[in-house]
């Protein structure tokens, strides 16, 4: 059984289809990407899987409960944590607090700990800037901020939406060898990312999204000798 599924999938806005009946799934311990152009659906789709929008109909299920209908907040209590596009920290409140609210819905205050420590072996910078104001930290920084506070709730399932975003080469670099080392610690990871190329040399398999609809699905090595996927996407002739 498949940790997510989802199946024939509608979203509107207004009365503008963005999502035409979406149907993919991620499995345990996976890494997914979904790539394809602005605008193709992406990000409604994380935001509609995780709550924040509403479906005009289709199904999702988590671990084969059905939360199509699901709040935001009980959705995180389940074990799914998203990474919205843009970091959205708190930037008044400092590192450390930022991190705690995403540990809002854990009651063990050692576990929580324990995440804690996790989180900055993997973020070190975190650590050292914990009680600095998070609307001063570097866009790379904040990045890292957002991820962490993410996994500060334990998720089973991480989805993150364009976390390369605005970083230069080498902070993306970095960003992926978490998004790695997460991935092998044991959670399952649904990527949205612009950068097709970083996103298919980390993810198992890929979803390709044109304009509210699936056009491809394959193994992450198939797409990327895809001639079509290459030329669309990652800027080869």
């Known amino acids: 059984m498949a940790m997510l599924n989802v199946k024939d999938l509608r979203v509107n806005y207004g009365v503008i289809p963005a999502l035409k009946g979406i149907s993919f799934e991620v499995n345990e311990g996976e890494v997914i990407a979904l790539i394809g152009a602005n605008g193709a659906g992406k990000t409604t789709i994380l935001h509609t899987v995780t709550g924040l929008v509403e479906a005009v109909s289709g199904t999702i299920e988590f671990e084969g409960t059905d939360i199509t209908k699901v709040p935001a907040h009980k959705i995180v209590a389940m074990g799914m944590a998203h990474v919205p596009e843009g970091r959205r920290v708190f930037p008044d409140m400092t590192v450390y607090q930022n991190l705690m609210l995403g540990a809002y819905t854990r009651k063990d205050a050692a576990e929580k700990q324990q995440t804690l420590e996790s989180v900055y072996d993997h973020f070190p910078r975190l650590k050292e800037r914990a ?15 957002a991820m962490g506070r993410a996994l500060m709730s334990k998720p089973k399932l991480l989805l993150m939406d364009e976390p390369s975003m605005g970083l230069s080469p080498i902070l993306v670099s ?14 399952t990871v649904l990527l949205v990312e612009q950068n097709a190329r970083k996103a298919l040399s980390i993810a198992d398999r890929a979803y390709v999204l044109e304009t509210g609809s699936i056009t491809l699905t394959g193994s ?7 001639d079509n996927i290459r030329k669309a996407y990652l800027g080869e002739a």
């Open 220 to 226: 992450a090595k198939e797409l990327l000798s895809n």
């Open 174 to 187: 970095e960003i992926f060898t978490i998004i790695e080392e997460v991935s092998r610690e044991g959670t």
């Open 131 to 145: 009680k600095q104001q998070a609307g001063t930290l570097s866009g790379g920084e904040q990045q890292m901020l």
